[in-house]
């Protein structure tokens, strides 16, 4: 079972829809046993990083998704699921983060439309299990007006270029973590949420 998060981010039913899709037995849950008997976790979400964090705190559920991860669980996050891993969010005055990797989520400073809005490409800068079969320049649909900055360049999966390059996918070990939605990236979003649940298997 994949345990998909309901932390009241947006969303979900998307991100449901399209994993049953792909074949996969999935579960809207905030529960703190689910995420824990479940064989991968998904993070969706869109929204502010603040308030996010405020209801992963409420549901108290912050210390199981990082326990989980920790101990190797496959985790997928997208959108707010990508930023809330790092340290630390600028948004709304500023937040602390889940801070399982070093960095800040910051907004576009170029002179660029904001919320970046529709398609644009992968620059694939790590090939993945998650990138299975997905070709680099592949088109994926954006919803955001902040975007991650990693300490460590190693976990940069993949970049975007939108008024200068920022990093819109990070992998390392049982982490993926896309800033794009693949809920709604048509064939090549399908088959990247259908290679995550093959690491969950």
Aim: net charge neutral.
């Amino acid at each position: 079972m994949i345990a998909l998060i309901d932390y009241g981010m947006g969303n979900l039913h998307s991100v449901h829809k399209a994993l049953q899709h792909v074949g996969l037995d999935v579960k809207i849950t905030s529960s703190r046993q689910d995420i824990i008997d479940s064989a991968g976790i998904v993070l969706p979400g869109v929204g502010a990083f603040p308030a996010a964090m405020n209801n992963l705190r409420s549901l108290d559920i912050t210390e199981t998704l990082i326990s989980e991860i920790v101990r190797g669980k496959p985790y997928l996050g997208i959108c707010l699921g990508l930023q809330l891993l790092f340290s630390r969010g600028d948004e709304g005055g500023g937040a602390e983060g889940l801070n399982l990797f070093s960095g800040e989520v910051v907004r576009f400073r170029s002179n660029v439309k904001i919320p970046h809005m529709g398609w644009n490409q992968l620059q694939i800068k790590k090939q993945t299990d998650h990138f299975s079969n997905i070709q680099g320049g592949s088109f994926f649909y954006f919803v955001h007006s902040y975007y991650v900055c990693p300490e460590d360049k190693t976990i940069i999966a993949a970049e975007t270029f939108y008024g200068e390059d920022f990093c819109s996918a990070v992998a390392r070990d049982n982490i993926f973590a896309v800033q794009f939605h693949p809920e709604k990236s048509q064939k090549a979003g399908l088959r990247m949420l259908a290679n995550f649940g093959k690491l969950c298997r």
